[in-house]
């Protein structure tokens, strides 16, 4: 706080609202809640990973929400805390031993590097699982280069680890797992597909309807403001100018062109998931706020080039 003059508070934004720029805050270890305003606003909440669980639930991310933890398949633990995830590591360890010692079957949907790693770590530390791996498109890996999935596919083959490809999990199916080797089912499922929204803080209003995980994704312009449904800025100065943005894993990934289907001619074509265009559009969005700073604080029109300061 005092090298780079920011204030920290450790606690969860349960209400964002941007008319009068404010959030509603649940401190640690406080009962009421907190209101502080601000100027600007960047909102970079991530998202969850457990794409068929209500509050996107995944082992590889901990439950840290308010309106989640109680309905969580861990209550008992408190995740926000390091102690609370160790436990939880601990507990999951003692189950997967349990399973290696009856030599149980397991099956790990989605082989993208989430679920090659956890199943090949599996197999490692664990080697009387019975393993197996699933994804819907016609290779492991599919973001990476053909070399990089052969190798691991390879490894996968010798370490006696089956996979299925161009194969999506539907586990209603009374076929489905019969066509994997499976006829009974698995003894133990892990999920490692998809996203899903965690963005309970936000108004219904500035949410998507549609999108990865059934919706719920911050909508923006192609400023990264947060706007509305109704494709209006949703928290503006008097000048219009937008004083919230949203960047990484918690917006909706693209702006839509309704009257075009091709997805690359518009504004900003869908983009993934991943940790490297959030930061890119954190440059965006404080340099966009930089502007409105000139703008608005200090009377500024230009820059120091000359050139009018648009957004």
């Not at 959030?278 to 820059?303: M, S």
Request: proline fraction near 6%.
């Amino acid at each position: 706080e005092g090298r780079m003059a920011c204030k920290i508070i450790w606690g969860e934004v349960t209400e964002l609202d941007g008319q009068e720029r404010t959030a509603t805050i649940q401190p640690m270890f406080v009962k009421d809640k907190e209101v502080i305003d601000f100027d600007f606003c960047i909102i970079a909440a991530g998202c969850n990973f457990g794409v068929f669980h209500k509050w996107g639930e995944s082992l590889w991310f901990p439950t840290i929400h308010e309106k989640a933890r109680p309905e969580g398949s861990w209550p008992h633990l408190d995740e926000r805390f390091l102690e609370g995830r160790r436990r939880h590591i601990f507990e999951e360890y003692k189950a997967i031993g349990d399973l290696n010692a009856k030599n149980a079957s397991v099956l790990v949907v989605g082989a993208g590097f989430i679920g090659v790693e956890w199943i090949t770590e599996l197999q490692h530390f664990f080697p009387n699982l019975k393993l197996t791996i699933i994804d819907a498109l016609p290779q492991c890996l599919g973001p990476l280069p053909a070399n990089a999935a052969t190798y691991c596919s390879k490894y996968m083959q010798r370490h006696g680890i089956k996979e299925y490809y161009n194969l999506k999990y539907n586990p209603k199916d009374t076929n489905f797992y019969g066509s994997i080797g499976l006829p009974g089912g698995a003894d133990k499922e892990y999920v490692c597909i998809g996203v899903k929204a965690s963005n309970y803080f936000m108004p219904e209003e500035t949410l998507s309807k549609f999108g990865p995980g059934g919706g719920g994704w911050i909508l923006m312009d192609t400023t990264l403001a947060v706007k509305t449904r109704e494709g209006k800025a949703w928290s503006t100065d008097e000048q219009g100018y937008a004083r919230i943005y949203a960047i990484g894993d918690c917006n909706y990934g693209c702006v839509e062109e309704p009257s075009e289907k091709d997805f690359a001619k518009w504004p900003i074509p869908p983009i993934p998931k991943i940790s490297y265009p959030g930061e890119e559009e954190a440059i965006v969005a404080i340099r966009n706020i930089e502007k409105v700073d000139k703008l608005v604080f200090r009377g500024l029109k230009t820059t120091h080039m000359g050139y009018p300061i648009e957004l």
